[in-house]
């Protein structure tokens, strides 16, 4: 692909001008605005991070299933042997498998976000930003 | 044809206010594709009433709608004020001579409903600390309400709550393990029967009004009442989405669970076990996440067309993420 600017250069300088223009807008359209500022944010992380995340889930799914292929096929078939009741919270690998592919999205989709079991932050450090939406 | 609400409200006053009362700041609260709320005030003679006008905007369809109808939620608010939760006074309910449609008019009550402000802002410094047993003894006096009679509310328990989340996950067609295998073990670990009471159904941050000295001044957001499991109450509450950002503190991001059950059963409430409480949270992630797969669907088939529909449906891998821990945790 080319570089000169890359895409996610390009989600980068839409979601600074939005930013730039959300206080012209009434409250909804601000609030609307801040939301297509985080999408273009969604956008650029996954441009940056999503073939790693992916290659990781892929590599994390294989193992599970123990055979090689794509990440579609490897979900539908991991979908569809958690469905069928062959795999459970007790088999071995199925938890840190999803525990990657979960940690790795939500780095993606929403950084910020705080999920169950995250550590408590050190006093007096700045709480994080709210969610997208 | 939209109404003229404001001109609506100028009517209601004289009726609510008697004759020389007159409206005055009169505007829209909020307002999303099928309910809004306004705010105004009547001044009559020598009196002053500051109220909130809750009305249905949209199309309302009894047989499909999970909700229930703004006269069922007036009644069971009424009801609940009497056994002495904190809620709104109902001061009128609407019928056709008002012109307004669906809607209720209700005292209005000044205090916090902002869930990231109530965990982190220092002006709920003083009071943090018991909010979760008093959000446990209120859930108690809801709990303990006879629901009025001939209001036809709806009776769901912990299979019929994943069949219906279930069925709307196969038909949304995406496929995510994580979810899959919430599903799974949550149909292994549905807890015992128990009898079951009124719920608010939507008991959280955002419905919970918060005073910087008082604690929790109001239930609001009744549209989702039912009848059920009361730890299913307790469970939402303590689902992280509704933590904001305080995943330490299960109870709404403000407190702990043993405060939250202490609270209830001082309250008189049929003392509840923590795992119980776990499973309806664990479901309440589960929920959330098809949830916000909805949200994006409605924004794929066209329905809804806002930006904030599908950046809601990436918020899926925020239960992803609390899902996989307690499924590691256990109940």
Redesign the interface.
Known sequence: MITHPRTEELAEAVAAWIDQIRPSLDPRNAF?AR??A??MA?IRREITEGPAAEVAAVAAMAGVLGRAGTYEDL??E??QR??S?D???ETPG??PA??V???D??A???P?????????PPSGQP??P???? | MTLDVADALSRLAHRLGGEGARLSDAGRLSGGASMETWGFVIEGAGAREDLILRRRSGAFDPENARSISLATEAALIRATGARGAPVPSVRHVCDDADGLGEAYVMGRVSGETLGKRIVSDPRFDAVRGGLARQCGAVLAQIHATPPPPGLALKTIDGIGELDRYEEVYRAVGAGRPILELAFQYLRKHVPDAVEPTLLHGDFRNGNLMFDPEKGLVAVLDWELSHIGDPAEDMGWICTNSWRFGRPDRPVGGFGDYADLLAGYAAAGGRPIELSRVRFWQMLGSLRWGVMCLTMYMSWANGTERSVERPMIGRRVSETEADLVTLLEQGL
């Open positions: 609307l939301v297509a985080n999408a969604t979900n539908a991991l979908c958690i469905r009741g795999l459970t919270v199925l938890l999803l525990r592919m979960a940690d999205q939500l993606i989709d929403q910020s976000y705080r999920p169950e079991g995250a550590p408590q709480t994080p709210p969610a997208p939406v």
